[in-house]
T-cell receptor
Framework: DSGVTQTPKHLITATGQRVTLRCSPRSGDLSVYWYQQSLDQGLQFLIQYYNGEERAKGNILERFSAQQFPDLHSELNLSSLELGDSALYFC?????????????FGDGTRLSIL | AQKVTQAQTEISVVEKEDVTLDCVYETRDTTYYLFWYKQPPSGELVFLIRRNSFDEQNEISGRYSWNFQKSTSSFNFTITASQVVDSAVYFCALSEAGGGADGLTFGKGTHLIIQP
C-alpha cells in the first residue's frame, strides 16, 4: 500500500460528459502529480501541484484541469470527454517538489468512455 | 527533450532463470534521476529504485540488481532466479533536475512473464 488514495476506482461515462477524479496524497507529502496511462501513449505526465500551487505542466489537454486544496488532496477534472480519453489515470505524491524525489503512486482510476 | 527507450516489449522466461530488462535514456541535463517501477497485473505502480546521475555504483537488493552506465546511457535491471511473482510490466523512468517539470518521463515498459 503506497498510502496514496484515489477515488473512484472505476468510472464509466459517455462522450461529452465531465468527471472529477480525486486523490489524497501520502501523509506528509506536499507534491501531487497526475499521469495518464493509455495503450497507445503509454504513461504520460499531465500536471503537478505543490502545496496548493501549480508547479509544472506536461501533456495535459485544455479540456483537463486540476487543483490542489488546502488539505493537500487534489482533483483532476476532465470535460467534454472523448472516446480517446479512456485510460487509467494515476495520481502520485512525493514529499517535496524536486525531481530526485521518488513518486509514490495510487492504484489509479480506470475511466471508460462509452 | 528527454526520452526513455525500453526496446524489449515482452520477455518470457522460465522460473529460476535470470533476466535483464534494458533501459536506454536520452537527456541534455548533467543532473538527472533514473527510476524503475513495477506494475503487477493488479495495476498499481510500485516504486523499486532511484539512481542519480552522479552515482554510477551498481545496486543490489535481494534478487534485484541495477547496472547504471553513463557511457552508454543505460540503466538496466536484472532479476536473478526469477519467480512467478515477478511477472509484471516494468517501467524505467527519467526526471531532469533542470527541466522545469518534475514529472517523470516513462519508457513504454517491458512485460515480463515468468512461467512456472
Amino acid at each position: 500500500d503506497s498510502g496514496v488514495t484515489q477515488t473512484p476506482k472505476h468510472l464509466i461515462t459517455a462522450t461529452g460528459q465531465r468527471v472529477t477524479l480525486r486523490c489524497s496524497p501520502r501523509s506528509g507529502d506536499l507534491s501531487v502529480y497526475w499521469y495518464q496511462q493509455s495503450l497507445d501513449q503509454g504513461l504520460q505526465f499531465l500536471i503537478q501541484y505543490y502545496n496548493g500551487e501549480e508547479r509544472a505542466k506536461g501533456n495535459i489537454l485544455e479540456r483537463f484541469s486540476a487543483q490542489q486544496f488546502p488539505d493537500l488532496h487534489s482533483e483532476l477534472n476532465l470535460s467534454s470527454l472523448e472516446l480517446g480519453d479512456s485510460a487509467l489515470y494515476f495520481c502520485a505524491s512525493s514529499v517535496e517538489s524536486h525531481s530526485d524525489q521518488p513518486q509514490h503512486f495510487g492504484d489509479g482510476t480506470r475511466l471508460s468512455i462509452l | 527533450a528527454q526520452k526513455v527507450t525500453q526496446a524489449q516489449t515482452e520477455i518470457s522466461v522460465v522460473e529460476k532463470e535470470d533476466v535483464t530488462l534494458d533501459c536506454v535514456y536520452e537527456t541534455r541535463d548533467t543532473t538527472y534521476y533514473l527510476f524503475w517501477y513495477k506494475q503487477p497485473p493488479s495495476g498499481e505502480l510500485v516504486f523499486l529504485i532511484r539512481r542519480n546521475s552522479f552515482d554510477e555504483q551498481n545496486e543490489i537488493s535481494g534478487r534485484y540488481s541495477w547496472n547504471f552506465q553513463k557511457s552508454t546511457s543505460s540503466f538496466n535491471f536484472t532479476i536473478t532466479a526469477s519467480q512467478v511473482v515477478d511477472s509484471a510490466v516494468y517501467f524505467c523512468a527519467l526526471s531532469e533536475a533542470g527541466g522545469g517539470a518534475d514529472g517523470l518521463t516513462f519508457g513504454k515498459g517491458t512485460h515480463l512473464i515468468i512461467q512456472p
